[in-house]
């Protein structure tokens, strides 16, 4: 099993729907979850952290966190073409900062 | 502010070739990384500093030798490098190493002739 796995897409959704990303992790020590946004050529971008379970919004941004299920997923709201990039999950191995990254999931928001 | 600045954006060199990657941050941040990224793969952590300090390399060939002047500053040094060494190059820095928050610099794409 990967320590952290994702779909890798693409997810095509229509302008204005919701995208829910999701990604899976091995490491039940695992304290913080994070979410960037690539675009092609481009280098990572923070969308979103989360340390504790439940929801966290930013904007039109959710990440939502389950522990138990070793599940955190993003969700975008009203999502737009300028959304269109690979979102990669992120989480710090146990020990030290080292994130192991998911492949990432491509998506696509057509207009 | 949360800027993580690469030079140079794009490094052409042959495999016999010296050359240096830069980075710098000026957010006070203790923990720097080196990341290689291949087309459509994720990331793939290299070298870590934590308070100027080589901390992790992740059994990365000698012809890649990072080094930490200082608190802001992170440098990659490259020789006799190998086509297959093209990517891109990405620098990040967190204010800590405790699973703490990584920005990333926009990133060297270099090609290895």
């Known amino acids: 099993q990967k320590e952290v796995e994702q779909n890798s897409g693409p997810l095509s959704v229509p302008e204005g729907a919701i995208a829910s990303l999701n990604c899976t992790y091995s490491?039940?020590?695992?304290?913080?979850f994070f979410w960037y946004r690539q675009y092609s050529g481009k280098s990572p971008e923070l969308i979103m952290f989360?340390?504790?379970?439940g929801d966290k919004e930013d904007g039109r941004f959710t990440a939502q966190l389950n522990k138990a299920s070793q599940y955190v997923s993003l969700l975008i709201r009203d999502s737009q073409p300028s959304d269109s990039a690979t979102y990669l999950c992120?989480?710090?191995?146990?020990?030290?900062?080292?994130?192991?990254f998911g492949g990432g999931t491509r998506l696509m928001v057509k207009p | 502010d949360t800027e993580v600045t690469q030079t140079p954006k794009h490094l052409v060199m042959g495999m016999t070739n010296k050359k240096s990657l830069k980075c710098e941050q000026h957010?006070?941040?203790?923990?720097m990384y080196w990341y290689k990224q291949k087309a459509k793969k994720p990331p793939e952590l290299m070298f870590v500093?934590?308070?100027?300090?080589?901390?992790i390399n992740e059994s990365v060939p000698s012809r890649f030798s990072p080094e930490c002047p200082n608190s802001s500053l992170l440098n990659l040094h490259l020789h006799a490098l190998q086509p297959e060494d093209s990517a891109l190059y990405l620098c990040?820095?967190?204010?800590?190493?405790?699973?703490?928050?990584?920005?990333f610099g926009p990133g060297t794409r270099l090609l290895v002739l």
């Open positions: 957010m006070g941040h203790r923990a």
């Open positions: 992120a989480v710090p191995r146990q020990a030290g900062n080292m994130l192991t």
């Open positions: 990040a820095s967190s204010p800590g190493v405790a699973q703490e928050t990584q920005y």
């Open positions: 490491d039940r020590g695992s304290q913080s």
């Open positions: 989360i340390y504790s379970n």
């Open positions: 500093y934590s308070y100027e300090k080589l901390s």
